[in-house]
């Protein structure tokens, strides 16, 4: 196969295309209403850095025979995430994520494994010299070859180091994280509630000081031993510094862990000497440090707490202690409708519940109804709201529901004042007015406003607390009607009482 026309300028044009495409992927996703361009520029960027590395990879070893390799991954990999992507339901898609995150930090480990190995396979080192030598033996001359290792340079071992420590790390805590999401699981550690014991934070600190230790003595000495004993401490750190996390902070996991494998790859990128590898990885590492900085606004959380990880343990001693058992005003969703029919502006506050009823293709179908009737309906979207970042965003991205009845937090809660109701599915937490008062455990994290609206109704299918393991003391407001059930059958019974 002649790759002559492949030459490094050209590889080097086609991965600066590539990042271009990556960057504007980034600036659509900023916002609904660019995201598909963004997601278009993001898949164009993908296939051109794939498609030049496996050019780049025929011309440097000269024959094509390890392209059918290349393919293989490329079928194998392309087809199953094609498969998973369309069986995913919308309440599994933080599942999905923090499982393609473990994979991108499982790469890392792989990779950094085999430069270790072998270096020279990717032009870390030059190839082994061949010393013959001949023994005489016996039965006559036998001939022995031994290799000539040359040694990885220190710069090199530095990156390897990182790259595969925070690929550890980032697989270990995907999976840790994945299990939380689930919610199906048995095994303690992947239960939602935080696991903590007695001196956590300094066990985590000396297995923290001891890797990076080994990762020096590595990076000095070249030691495999050195290596492989940092992989193991750092799979055990990914566990460690996740399993304090409860639910309630699983979407700040998720950006985090995003963040994670963004550097693990950069690492990697270093020391394979690849640029595409560098600018994709870096764009991911900063991209969702940024948004766990944000996130960490909205949950009033330490940034970094999140980073050192065990940032979801103060929300436990919330949780002790049977609830108080108080009187609420309840309805029916012919209730609600009637409220809704009478209102002049609604604000929509929809949280995970509305998510696990797939109930967003009712909840437009309402919306429309009372548009229809000449009322002004909006959508108030918190940062966190669900499991993962955007994860509102997304679900009424899927119902149809236009972009510019969406609004975020900071731009809605001014109105809250003057709706005439407020209407909150399956939210719970980033609705509590506890988030005011000075001792609780969410005191200080931003909230939606909607106990400011002149009437409340709120949809759940018990009084359950959410995450917090708080009362939400909005629930028993004289203004708030709570009508309980499934959230899609009590919306698609509201839109048949609404004449």
Sequence with gaps: MNMDFVSMNLVTLMYLVASVCFIQALKGLSHPTTSIRGNVFGMTGMTIAVLTTAALIVKLSGSSMGMGWVLAGLV????????MAQRVEMTKMPELVAFMHSMIGLAAVFIGVAAVAEPWAFGITPAPQELI??????SGVVITELMQRFPIPAGNRLELFLGAAIGAITFSGSVIAFGKLSGKYKFRLFQGTPVSFAGQHMLNLVLGLVMIGLGLMFVMTESWTAFFAMLALSFVMGVLIIIPIGGADMPVVVSMLNSYSGWAAAGIGFSLNNSMLIIAGSLVGSSGAILSYIMCKAMNRSFFSVIL???GAEAVTAVAGAQEQRPVKSGSADDAAYILSNAETVVIVPGYGLAVARAQ???????????????NVKYAIHPVAGRMPGHMNVLLAEAEVPYDQVFEMEDINGEFGQADVAIVLGAN????PAALE????????????????KTVIVNKRSMASGYAGLDNELFYMD???MVFGDAKKVVEDMVKAIE
């Design 76 to 83: 194998v990999g392309g087809g199953a995430g094609t498969l």
């Design 309 to 311: 990880g065990g940032f």
């Design 133 to 138: 030598t001949k023994v005489q033996t016996t």
């Design 429 to 432: 937490d980033v609705v509590n």
């Design 361 to 375: 293709h009712a909840v437009n179908e309402l919306a429309e109804k009372l548009m229809h009737k000449g009322i």
């Design 479 to 481: 203004k708030t009607m």
């Design 438 to 453: 000075k001792g609780s455990s969410i005191y200080g994290m931003p909230i939606l406003e909607a106990y400011k609206a």
